[in-house]
């Protein structure tokens, strides 16, 4: 009898333990953050009084800064304090920043190494700061952790949003392919990464077999999957050291969860965030701001349910800027990060920036402290049904025929059918002809995460890129 009361009891204290955790995570899902965001990079030695004085008249209440050290935030957390102004710390977590150069002197045998065999300490993807680690090293992990926990002791910063937090980016936009002199129909080796020793090893012992041995790893959906999961290891053993520390647990991830595991091994739907900034750079991509309505519709649908949804949009100093706020909070973003506010510099954008501000504030106020989205609709995955990316497309055909015939004017376009010409993973080919000026183009559509997540026009096919 006695060890059936004392069965009872531990169940009963079970059940409430998960109880309490799951009402604790509703109220932080749920808890009003502030609404208007901006990335700060800060130094000491900035004029962050004035910045923040600034941040007051655009209506932005909260900051992800970065600065160099814990101890630096302690002089930004007392100015912030007089605004009102929340401050999380941002931190890159695996990629290396501050510390750089220290660890790759140290510990050469911590960084990422792609399906080549070539790792990040001897060699460069993209830009010299790519300099990602393993994220299933036990040292690497400890690293991190104790690096957390040093932000996470300072008094007066309310959250930590961590950046970087995933692997090299095995498929860039496709608005920066012109900037690297690269195509990336597809992936390729150099640039996919997560093969270091120690992840190839535990992958082995898991599964059974090694997936370089396979003809195209980057078919192996488990293989990209296990990549995936050790980024969000990393995520969750941050996550309990920031709530453990009475923090808000945040990240600036790759736009949804589903374009970032194809794009960079990242998926974010799996990490315990009270708040979540997805980088919805839509000029980094289709350029056309259903790329962002489409991102936030999916994001609803696939994010931790026990985390709030933000938008990070990426500044441009017209009014297409509050177009891209408007595609966010009207498919389910209760608030809205820019990058950054320094280049709201035109004063008539600061102005309707302050009202834009004001009035969807009020607006969710009025709605009981959730912002009124429309109606929900499906994601658009037919490009040809897709005004805003067509017209982009066909501009920029103008402007190639325009370039070659040397003429002073736009062409006036006679297009043909669309004809889907090669299909490759998440990739269509089409070709159209130019009536009138008989030049024929190919127009590439990319559906990385099952949205029109960028788009090319050339009249080349590149059927590989150059050195790989």
């Not at 950054?340 to 607006?363: C, D, G, H, W």
């Amino acid at each position: 009898m006695k060890k059936r009361i004392i069965f009872v009891f531990s169940l009963l204290l079970a059940m409430g333990i998960t109880v309490s955790y799951a009402q604790k995570k509703k109220a932080q899902a749920t808890k009003e953050y502030p609404m208007f965001w901006t990335w700060l990079d800060y130094r000491p030695t900035m004029n962050f009084d004035s910045i923040c004085r600034e941040m007051n008249i655009l209506g932005i209440d909260g900051v992800m800064l970065n600065a160099p050290t814990p101890a630096d935030y302690k002089q930004a957390i007392a100015v912030a304090k007089k605004y009102k102004i929340a401050i999380y710390a941002w931190l890159w977590t695996m990629n290396l920043e501050h510390d750089r150069e220290k660890i790759l002197k140290e510990h050469p045998e911590w960084f990422s190494v792609n399906r080549l065999g070539r790792s990040l300490a001897d060699t460069t993807a993209y830009v010299g700061y790519y300099k990602f680690l393993c994220p299933v090293l036990p040292e690497v992990q400890e690293y991190i952790k104790k690096k957390i926990t040093s932000y996470a002791e300072i008094e007066g910063l309310e959250g930590i949003s961590i950046d970087y937090h995933r692997f090299v980016d095995v498929v860039l936009p496709t608005t920066l392919w012109p900037k690297y002199h690269i195509v990336q129909d597809r992936e390729y080796p150099e640039w996919d990464f997560g093969y270091h020793p120690e992840m190839i090893k535990r992958f082995v012992k898991e599964h059974g077999y090694d997936p370089r041995e396979q003809a195209d790893p980057s078919k192996d959906e488990l293989w990209r999957q296990f990549r995936c999961d050790r980024i969000s290891d990393v995520a969750n053993i941050i996550s309990d050291v920031v709530h453990a520390h009475g923090k808000t647990m945040a990240a600036s991830p790759f736009p949804t969860p589903k374009m970032a595991s194809r794009m960079v091994r990242q998926d974010w739907g799996k990490w315990n965030l009270d708040i979540v900034f997805p980088m919805v750079y839509h000029n980094f991509y289709t350029e056309d701001v259903s790329f962002i309505e489409d991102c936030t519709k999916d994001n609803v649908r696939d994010k931790n349910e026990n985390t709030a949804l933000y938008c990070g949009i990426m500044v441009d100093n017209t009014p297409e800027m509050f177009k891209a706020m408007d595609a966010a909070l009207e498919n389910g973003a209760q608030g809205i990060a820019i990058f950054t506010m320094r280049n709201v510099k035109s004063p008539e954008i600061k102005k309707q920036f302050t009202a834009y501000t004001t009035k969807a504030k009020e607006l969710r106020k009025k709605n009981g402290g959730v912002y009124p989205a429309k109606p929900a609709t499906a994601v658009n995955t037919d490009p040809f049904k897709n005004k805003g990316i067509m017209a982009l497309i066909e501009k920029r055909i103008q402007k190639d025929i325009q370039t070659k015939t040397k003429s002073k004017d736009l062409a006036k376009l006679n297009l043909s059918t669309y004809k889907l010409v090669d299909q490759y993973d998440v990739t269509k080919r089409y070709e159209v002809k130019d009536n009138s000026s008989g030049e024929v183009f190919n127009v590439t559509f990319y559906f990385y995460g099952g949205v029109i997540s960028g788009w090319n026009v050339d009249q080349e096919v590149h059927a590989k890129v150059k050195g790989s």
